[in-house]
């Protein structure tokens, strides 16, 4: 890994950049959720995504507070109330 400096340039990363940049420009308003087994690639990857897109990126690393459930809630569950 040190040799081939993949932390620096790791491919799958920008594979799956590339693949959320070709989602969102036929539909940019597209939500995206990518799910990881290990809270290190999390904060990996943190990052460059926010870098990429943003203020567009929202990370949970499995902490979550109420603040942070209502607002994934009211994102992406279609059933969650409003009122």
Do not use: C, W
Request: aromatic letters at 8%; a positive charge; zero cysteines.
């Amino acid at each position: 890994m040190k040799d081939l400096k993949l932390v620096e340039n790791d491919p799958k990363q920008e594979e799956i950049i590339k693949k959320i940049k070709r989602l969102l420009a036929n539909e940019p308003n597209r939500k995206i959720i990518l799910f990881s087994e290990y809270v290190d690639t999390i904060h990996h990857l943190e990052k460059r995504f926010k870098s990429e897109f943003k203020n567009e990126v929202l990370v949970s690393d499995g902490k979550v507070s109420k603040d942070l459930a209502r607002h994934l809630n009211s994102d992406f569950n279609a059933q969650y109330n409003r009122g």
